[in-house]
Every structure is written in structure tokens, then in C-alpha cells.
């Protein structure tokens, strides 16, 4: 690579060298939060606001978040992002809620904006992370109207581009009737905390979003949102303005945690994950050598590419395979300090909590496991004489599986050894990720099946309980018929 920027190449060379990206992304952390210690977030907090807001703990600060002026709330869950040097300026948002959609378009309209750069698929990860808040179908038929704010919205056209959309729509305001024409860039193929699949595809949305004019000081400033409006959608920003610094000052001019740090000051916790930072790097290194040389081959990478996508895997990939209405299979990468539980509930099945065991078969479960715990040494004895499986744990018996922790019923050895090998040859020819996903299916039909035996029980007892009061009843009444009849007798008795 070129030394004209060696600086940032460097910086990021050491940190990556160290496997450090975590470390350097909590200092960040760290120095952000005493930073912004000072800046209050009380509009979000007020009662009539909090059920505006889709996670309950990112909330925009008071002295940036956007106002609206028209309608019976001002508040949206939203922050004007701006690097002055870069003269670049920024709306950040969550992804609407159904029933902040209203708001949502009035902000685009008020702020003069020309173009939304939406970051999220509406479900991610058995998730909807965003309301879809435009029509259904192109066509002025399937015209949208949000009387409460006095818009109404056309879809006019769409352009599918493999890994981004870009929709046109038409924004009219009822009271003037003046419309305006909106783009939305809609990137589907970034998955829920974590990165794009290469630099160069993400770089590409960019130089296509900027030759729309959509980014310019002359406009309003673009909508960037994705499921909080803080982890892809900081990501973006960074990169953009790292890259017009560049484009003015020179390459080793710029400090990138310095913009990071002047962003934060804006919004709350931009940026959410150490890859996302690492991968800020990346885009802006590979962004500053096509600076430098704009003819070169972009499908040249630069080994300290190779060595990084090489170190990750194919893991992004997998979750980037997915069309824009199906929901991702594959688990984030490794969460960052919580976001917040979602207020808006999920439908699906898997999304519900599992029902609660009674207290009153609790201890048959335990008993129904322990007892099962009376063969660990037969399995121990199998793992250690045939080796152990496709992802074992050290000193756990050959099927106890790696998240579900449930030892399987007895079996007898020779059963076990043609299971095992069985079972094994398969794992291997599995992919990671299909491997989790029936791990998860496992757990569960083991676990409904515990539930639904626990039940069956259950009602059994109850059953013998009212058998029982049923037969007490008749008992009961004939004691109490003869203590009558033999009182009534020896009454007759002593009297006669």
C-alpha cells in the first residue's frame, strides 16, 4: 500500500496483529461516555415519548434530536449527526415503528431531505427490526395517507441491484400540494450487528448514494437509519465523512477516532461492535488507496484483506445470502453491552418464552435427569476409547450435545457405537451453521418433550385425586345416613 496513508494503515495493522479490535473498542467506549455524560436525554424518557422509542435504552440526546413541528408530538427518535470539517450532515434514526410511521415521513418532509439510506431488512434474526413504511405495490392505487401529519405517499418505481435497492417515491403535503420526489437506498444484505461482506461491495453503495446528490451540503440531510439507528447506520457516517476528510486534507489527516468521538457527541453509542469498528478500517484504507490511484483494479485486495476475511471466515457471508423478506437463520455475531429489549412483540413461534415448569413436577425433572446421570461413566468410557466428536466438550460424555447439556437416555453400548458413528460421519459433512440449527431443533423437541411428559403426569395425578373425592362423596353420605337411622332408632327406643 501507498505511504501517503500509512498512518491509518499502520494503526490498523497493529490493532489487528494484537487481536485488539475489543479493547480498542471499549476505550472508545469508555472516553465517548465521559464525553457525553453531560448530555440528557429527557424527552426520550417522558411518558407520552417512551413507547415512541424501539429499544428502551437508545435514546436520542435533547440538545441534537430533531423537532417536528407539525402534528400533536414533536418528539421521533432521532439525531441531526453533523462533522463539520467534512461538512457533512446527518439524520440519524431507528427504523419506524407502526405507529411512528406518520412521523417518520413528516421528519423527511419538514428537513427537506432527499434520499433515505435504509441498512436493515424489516426481519432480522426471527426479529422485525423495522415497520415497512412505504406501499405495498408500485402503482398510485396503493397510495399511502397519513392524515394525522397531512402527507401522503406514492411508490413510483423500484431497481433491484443484487445486493441493494433503490426505490422512488412521491411525498405530497395534502395542505399546499406540493410534492417532492424521495430515493430510498435500501443496503439488505448487511446482517444485525455485524459487517458487510467485503469493503469493496459496501464502498460501491457509497460512490452510488453519493452520485445522487443525496450526501451534499445543498440538500437536507439524508436519512440513515437502520433497526436502532446506531450501530450500521454509525458505521456508514464514519466511513463517508472519514473519506471526505481525506478527499480535503489530505490521508494522514485524518483521525478516525476523533470523528468517531465528534459523532458520538451527537448520538448515543454509534458504532456497536468491535468488527463494525475493524470494518471501518477497512472501508476507509480501501476507499483512500482508490484516492490515490482511481484506475487501480478493485479486485485486487490488498493482502491485509485476505489475512483478515481469512481469520472471520465465511460467517458473514451466510447471513448475507438471504432475500429481503426472509429472516436471517444464522445468530448475530456476538452481541455488544445490551440495546435494550424491543417494545415492539414478535408473532413468532420461536420468539415466545418457553411455559413455565409447575413447582409441582419441578423435582420429577430433576429426578428424571439424575437419574440419567447414572451412565455418564459408560459414555465417558466410549469417548475415551473412540475419540471424541464433530465439537465436543472436554469431559462431558459423547452425546451430550454443546448447548443443550441433556444426557440422552440409556442405550446399550453396541447401540451407542453405531449411533455415534453414525452421527458423527454426518456432523462432519454438516456446515457450521447447519450444524447449529439442528442443535436448536434438538433442544427443543427434547425439552417439549420433557414438558408435554411433566403435563401427562400431571393431569394423571389430578385425575386420581378427583377419582378419589368422587368416591369419598357416596362414602360420606351413607356414614352420615346411618348415624341418622341408628339415632332415630334409639330414640324410638328409649321412648317406647
Not at 461482506?197 to 443525496?214: D, I, Y
Amino acid at each position: 500500500m501507498s505511504a501517503s496513508y500509512s498512518n491509518i494503515e499502520s494503526e490498523f495493522i497493529d490493532i489487528n496483529n494484537r487481536k485488539a479490535w475489543p479493547i480498542f473498542y471499549q476505550q472508545i467506549r469508555i472516553q465517548s461516555n465521559e464525553i457525553a455524560s453531560s448530555f440528557k436525554c429527557l424527552e426520550a424518557k417522558k411518558p407520552q415519548n417512551k413507547t415512541l422509542n424501539r429499544y428502551r435504552d437508545v435514546n436520542p440526546y435533547d440538545h441534537t434530536r430533531v423537532k417536528l413541528t407539525r402534528g400533536s408530538c414533536d418528539y421521533i427518535n432521532a439525531n441531526l449527526v453533523k462533522v463539520e470539517k467534512a461538512k457533512r450532515r446527518y439524520i440519524l434514526t431507528q427504523g419506524p415503528l407502526h405507529e411512528t410511521v406518520g412521523h417518520f415521513w413528516l421528519m423527511v418532509w419538514e428537513q427537506k431531505s432527499t434520499a433515505i439510506l435504509m441498512l436493515n431488512k424489516i426481519m432480522e434474526n426471527q426479529q422485525i427490526k423495522c415497520h415497512k413504511y412505504w406501499p405495498t405495490e408500485i402503482g398510485i392505487d396503493y397510495t399511502q395517507y397519513f392524515n394525522d401529519v397531512g402527507l401522503k405517499l406514492e411508490y413510483l418505481s423500484m431497481e433491484d441491484n443484487s445486493y441493494y435497492i433503490k426505490r422512488n417515491f412521491k411525498l405530497i403535503d395534502l395542505e399546499s400540494d406540493e410534492s417532492r420526489e424521495i430515493i430510498q437506498f435500501h443496503y439488505t444484505t448487511w446482517p444485525d450487528f455485524g459487517v458487510p461482506s467485503s469493503p469493496t461491495a459496501f464502498l460501491e453503495f457509497l460512490k452510488v448514494v453519493r452520485e445522487s446528490g443525496a450526501l451534499e451540503s445543498n440538500v437536507g440531510p439524508a436519512i440513515v437509519h437502520c433497526s436502532a439507528g446506531i450501530g450500521r447506520s454509525g458505521t456508514f457516517c464514519l466511513v463517508d465523512s472519514c473519506l471526505i476528510l481525506m478527499e480535503k486534507y489530505g490521508i494522514n489527516a485524518v483521525d478516525v477516532k476523533e470523528v468517531l468521538f465528534e459523532m458520538r457527541r451527537c448520538r448515543t453509542g454509534l458504532i456497536q461492535t468491535p468488527d463494525q469498528l475493524r470494518f471501518s478500517y477497512q472501508a476507509i484504507i480501501e476507499g483512500a488507496k482508490r484516492l490515490t490511484n482511481p484506475n487501480s483494479d478493485q479486485n485486487n485486495v490488498d493482502p491485509i484483506y485476505e489475512a483478515v476475511n481469512d481469520e472471520d471466515g465465511d460467517a458473514d457471508d451466510s447471513d448475507c445470502d438471504d432475500d429481503d423478506d426472509e429472516d436471517d437463520n444464522e445468530p448475530p455475531p456476538p452481541l455488544p453491552p445490551p440495546r435494550g429489549e424491543s417494545l415492539s412483540r414478535s408473532n413468532d413461534f420461536n420468539d415466545r418464552p418457553l411455559p413455565t415448569i409447575p413447582n409441582s413436577v419441578s423435582c420429577e425433572l430433576n429426578d428424571m435427569l439424575n437419574s440419567n446421570t447414572t451412565n455418564t461413566q459408560d459414555h465417558n468410557n466410549w469417548y475415551t476409547a473412540n475419540g471424541p466428536p464433530n465439537r465436543p466438550l472436554p469431559g462431558l460424555p459423547l452425546h451430550e450435545r454443546d448447548e443443550d447439556q441433556v444426557v440422552l437416555t440409556e442405550s446399550s453400548s453396541e447401540e451407542e457405537n453405531l449411533i455415534a458413528s453414525s452421527r458423527n460421519s454426518k456432523e462432519r459433512s454438516l456446515s457450521p451453521s447447519q450444524l447449529r440449527h439442528r442443535n436448536r431443533v434438538e433442544k427443543q423437541e427434547k425439552l417439549a418433550a420433557q414438558i408435554q411428559e411433566m403435563k401427562r403426569k400431571q393431569q394423571s395425578a389430578e385425575s386420581w385425586q378427583n377419582t378419589k373425592r368422587s368416591l369419598y362423596k357416596p362414602i360420606g353420605l351413607c356414614c352420615i345416613v346411618c348415624l341418622l337411622g341408628g339415632g332415630i332408632l334409639a330414640y324410638a327406643y328409649y321412648k317406647g
